[in-house]
């Protein structure tokens, strides 16, 4: 045998570790993203608002990354779904309502509040009426395709 001969458990375990990369790539941008959400929430607390509204815009770059990513390297998941809406939720509803409390709607107390909320609600909402509405049309269509 050839020094420079691939064995075929060496080429299986190669794979292994490719695959297992390209399903990481998505979750790390999705984890990049839910950082800016995070980071945004941060910076609105210490009173910089211009940089946490600079994180939701950077969170919705990375969000629409981390789903072509998926579908390019075709390591679309259950999980990388269920993870990008709760990473949404946090960027997308949680970060903007408490940039919108802190920057104009503290002086309304607990109506300022109850506005900001009333954001995040409407954006978890949304999101899980979304989840719902995949799984639904997902199996919709394997009942018609299989006919």
């Keep these: 045998m050839l ?25 790390l941008i999705t984890s990049a993203s839910l950082f800016g959400g995070f980071y ?14 600079i994180a939701i815009i950077i969170s919705a770059v990375l969000d629409g990354l981390d789903g072509r990513v998926a579908r390019l390297t075709g390591s679309s998941s259950k999980f990388g779904v269920e993870y990008d809406s709760l990473a949404d939720l946090v960027a997308f509803g949680l970060a903007p309502g408490v940039l919108i409390f802190t920057w104009a709607l503290r ?3 607990r109506y300022g509040w109850l506005a900001a909320f009333l954001f995040v609600v409407c ?3 949304r999101l899980a009426r979304f989840n719902v509405q995949i799984t639904t ?6 009942r018609w395709s299989s006919t």
Excluded: C, H
Aim: aromatic letters at 6%; charged letters at 30%; proline letters at 6%.
């Design 123 to 125: 954006g978890a909402l």
């Design 40 to 53: 945004s929430i941060i910076a609105s607390l210490d009173g910089n608002f211009e940089r946490a509204a």
């Design 3 to 27: 020094d420079n001969e691939i064995q075929p458990e060496e080429t299986g375990r190669k794979k292994m570790r490719i695959k297992k990369g390209v399903y990481l790539l998505p979750n």
């Design 137 to 142: 049309i997902e199996s919709g269509a394997r």
């Design 107 to 109: 002086p309304f107390g």
